[in-house]
């Protein structure tokens, strides 16, 4: 027997509902922004929490007077499972990760770089060529646009919750020079998966390497000497594949696949892994890319954010945060300011605000999203709300924090690194300019935490040390750099807790 068209399916009764999993999707975006006009938040873990008893009571046939057309009203058996969550304590629990991209054709569709085929590849060719044939004062010039990032402009925010909107803006922003150049209007900018060695592609002009036409340092406020001549400088392709897995860019990336939050640069969530694999990431390509003053004149820069803007959208497919509304449902517990507050959402010097960059009109060939349905997202933190069920599963790793180091105090990017027996066990490469104190989104986020995740066999009955390397600096402070004067940090562990 076929179901009559008007009939609507009937929600399964969820014994153990959860907020990620079930409640969350049963607000429509039209019902959010209904009840958002009357003061009433129904788009945030928090929110819904604290209104449950009024939702509930609002919604409950038969009687239900929310959402107020026919079409909307709960079922009994949704209601049940509201009523569930309410009693069970508001388990916030974990994302069911979505499989496969929905919504409509993008209106920019970007592909891997080693798949364009050769007239593609040519035409790319053709609009690198063009940018960086420009002058060094064009607004789409390539020495302007990279200048935008690091010298002499220094934009580029990092470490903090615009780290992933601003850099959307700013590759849609080189994409749209690149498609100004004449013949080139429907080049998009290809990415590079760092899963897969660099591409040869990239190894040939106009790709492999950038000669400075000007002196960027000069034109900076204030000046910074010695930076020209210049030429950019990547590592051996044999040795940037090393260094992503010395500094576990590949391991940080999967982690951050499977968060269910978004948490933020310092709270465990996809934000966390996501800027931390990118900052290793910048280290492992070259002496250029791990310097922010310099890394985006080197032509790999773009190819390889593209790839951070892919999987960026992966995990907002994966944890159905490609709508505004469906991204801040993964924000509990964190702060929504940086997505509201005129103060605190521009990304300047673009016209666009965070949250206007959540719900885009770019596509990629390939998302990294599970291929089967048990993928197992997780929401572990080292800590929990009291009224939790929660576990220590034996699986899950150990968390080592190295906590409150104080970044102003260190000439540049740095490695960090926990060794064992005097042997690296973990090391993270943390990416920021020479000069940090003169960034005013260093300052602001000026004591930061690595967090390495650990197997119990590689800590357990070892002797642990932390230390720091300025590799940019070796020459004057010497092989470590003293830890009391990166603000001390602290060594914290723990178990990561997740809810049973
Ligand atoms: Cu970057």
């Not at 930076?227 to 391991?251: H, W």
């Not at 929504?336 to 596509?363: C, E």
Request: glycine share 6%.
């Amino acid at each position: 027997m076929t179901t009559p068209p008007n009939t609507p399916v009937p929600d399964p009764v969820v014994a153990n509902p959860t907020y990620l999993a079930d409640i969350r999707t049963y607000f429509r975006p039209e019902d959010v922004a209904h009840m958002a006009a009357k003061g009433i938040d129904l788009g945030t873990y928090d929110a819904v929490k604290r209104n449950a008893l009024t939702i509930f009571a609002h919604t409950a046939p038969p009687n239900a007077d929310m959402p107020p057309d026919a079409a909307g009203k709960w079922s009994a058996n949704r209601s049940q499972t509201f009523k569930n969550w309410i009693v069970n304590g508001f388990p916030l629990g974990t994302s069911t990760p979505v499989t496969t991209p929905g919504g409509a054709a993008p209106a920019r569709l970007r592909k891997n770089v080693i798949t364009l085929t050769d007239a593609e590849f040519a035409l790319l060719t053709t609009a690198f060529n063009g940018v960086m044939a420009r002058s060094t004062t064009a607004p789409d010039g390539y020495f302007t646009l990279a200048g935008q990032h690091g010298l002499p402009k220094a934009w580029c925010l990092h470490h903090e919750p615009r780290f992933n909107p601003w850099h959307r803006v700013y590759l849609r922003e080189f994409e749209d020079a690149l498609r100004s150049v004449p013949g080139c209007q429907d080049v998009t900018l290809p990415y590079w998966d760092i899963s897969t060695p660099l591409p040869d592609r990239l190894q040939h002009p106009p790709f492999d390497r950038y000669v400075l036409p000007a002196d960027p340092g000069a034109m900076a406020t204030p000046p910074v000497p010695d930076t020209f001549p210049y030429t950019t400088q990547r590592y051996s392709v044999a040795d940037i594949t090393a260094n992503l897995e010395r500094f576990g860019v590949l391991a940080d990336i999967a982690t951050s696949m499977t968060q269910s939050l978004w948490g933020a640069s310092d709270i465990n969530g996809y934000q966390k892994f996501s800027i931390q694999s990118h900052d290793s990431g910048h280290g492992s390509v070259g002496p250029t890319m791990g310097v922010q003053e310099l890394s985006a004149f080197d032509p790999v820069f773009w190819f390889y954010h593209c790839n951070i803007d892919r999987l960026w959208l992966s995990w907002q497919t994966r944890n159905q945060a490609t709508t505004l509304a469906g991204f801040r449902t993964t924000l509990a517990g964190g702060d929504v300011s940086w997505l509201t507050d005129p103060d605190l959402n521009p990304l300047p010097p673009f016209t666009a605000t965070a949250d206007q960059t959540i719900d885009t009109d770019i596509g990629y060939d390939q998302l990294d999203l599970p291929t089967h349905a048990e993928t197992v997202m997780e929401n572990l933190s080292g800590s929990i709300d009291a009224a939790r069920t929660f576990s220590f599963r034996s699986a899950d790793p150990v968390s080592v924090r190295v906590k409150g180091i104080d970044r102003l105090n260190i000439p540049g990017s740095f490695i960090i690194s926990l060794l064992a027996d005097g042997e690296p066990v973990a090391e993270r490469f943390f990416f920021q300019p020479n000069n940090p104190r003169q960034c005013a989104t260093c300052v602001k986020h000026g004591t930061v935490n690595i967090d390495f995740r650990l197997t119990r066999e590689e800590v357990l009955d070892r002797a642990l040390t932390v230390r720091i390397d300025v590799p940019g600096h070796s020459e004057e402070i010497g092989t470590a750099f003293p830890l009391a004067q990166a603000g001390n940090p602290t060594v914290n562990a723990r178990l990561l807790v997740g809810e049973a």
